[in-house]
């Protein structure tokens, strides 16, 4: 088992309680690799912590989380299991025994945890996010809802948001690991989307807590979080979909991709209309890359379109979401998904199961 911190230049009050969290969990045996792409070297801080620790410095920023997670491939034999993990989280001390745990169980190839706010691990940020067949998604918890055991146990999900993440390694390298052409957001819904075409399951557990400040929004990149979650989202659709279906599929997300810039335009937020229409341009502009990943994906699918889509939300969840946001009771994730306050988001999902 080998956790693999991507980090880059994350101040004392983030990495080091996620260094301290990792040297005091109950798993034996836990390796851990930290891939640094700031400017400053975290070697002295991680040593000590985490003597035992690899610092692996690329003489060059990667530039995305995926491309530098990627690396953990070449750098890491042996493992049955990669836990990848950002530089804003702190896991509870039985959060990686418990991802093992439940992907044992339930023979997962991806397994997240119950996500709690950083400055209230009573509340929940996130658990899993079911998906329509257009790539937008719906939190299955209402955000800061109170953690009152409601949703113990372990749960299929369409995908996991990825701050701490269990992969399977074999069917990690199966699938080429993550999208190197999605920089930030989108290359968990994308890395999800792959496992189960190749026939993988997802899950979350409630056994692993997490708390997340979602610092993306810091960062400069944070403030092109829409525009980047549509083109990623886009690019999702049409490397992971057959021809026949995107034939489909392709009419519908520019529909979504059309209402979602008029909106904008409606309520005065020009940008989420050019992030809206923006996304289309980029993937044209990109078509080669697109080829590659589509390649890529042909040679390890099993599972059909069809029963992809089992798994996925009944319906459009953009028109929902877009109906909570007139009504004036909305936020926007880091993730690009806007999370109805004050609302539950009970939301029918096919092949949605609890595991006791």
Avoid at 179 to 197: I, K, N, P, Q, Y
Avoid at 205 to 214: F, N
Avoid at 234 to 255: D, M, N
Avoid at 294 to 302: E, L
């Amino acid at each position: 088992m080998v956790v693999v911190v991507v980090t880059h230049d994350a101040p004392a009050d983030r990495l080091d309680p996620l260094l301290r969290a990792l040297a005091g969990q109950d798993y034996p045996n836990l390796d851990v690799l930290v891939v640094d792409t700031g400017e400053g070297d975290v070697g002295d801080r991680v040593a000590a912590v985490l003597p035992q620790a690899v610092v692996h410095r690329p003489p060059d920023d990667p530039g995305s989380f995926g491309a530098a997670a990627n690396m953990a491939l070449d750098l890491v034999s042996g493992a049955a299991f990669f836990v990848f993990s950002h530089d804003d989280v702190v896991p509870d001390r039985r959060a990686v025994s418990a991802l093992v745990e439940a992907a044992e169980v339930s023979q997962a190839d991806i397994v997240g945890p119950k996500l709690v706010t950083w400055d209230d691990p009573r509340r929940f940020a996130q658990f899993g996010l079911a998906v329509d067949r257009v790539g937008a998604g719906l939190p299955l918890v209402e955000r800061r809802e109170l953690d009152q055991g409601q949703h113990d146990g372990m749960r299929h999900v369409f995908t996991v948001p990825g701050a701490f993440t269990l992969v399977r390694v074999a069917r990690f390298a199966e699938v080429g690991g993550f999208d190197e052409a999605m920089t930030f957001l989108g290359d968990d819904l994308s890395l999800s989307w792959r496992v189960r075409l190749a026939g993988g399951r997802v899950m979350v557990t409630s056994g692993a807590r997490v708390r997340h400040a979602e610092a993306f929004a810091d960062r400069p990149e944070g403030r092109q979080a829409a525009t980047l979650a549509a083109r990623h989202r886009l690019r999702v659709l049409l490397t992971s979909y057959r021809w026949s279906s995107l034939l489909v599929i392709l009419p519908q997300a520019f529909a979504h991709s059309l209402a979602d810039a008029i909106g904008g335009l409606v309520t005065g937020s020009p940008g989420r209309a050019r992030a809206a229409l923006g996304a289309w341009v980029w993937n044209l502009w990109h078509v080669r890359s697109l080829l590659g990943a589509r390649r890529t994906v042909a040679g390890f699918r099993r599972v059909s379109d069809r029963d992809v889509r089992r798994h996925q939300v009944r319906g459009l969840v953009g028109p929902r979401l877009r109906l909570l946001r007139v009504e004036g009771e909305s936020g926007d994730e880091p993730g690009g998904h806007a999370t109805p306050a004050g609302r539950a988001l009970a939301v029918p999902v096919r092949g949605h199961m609890d595991v006791d």
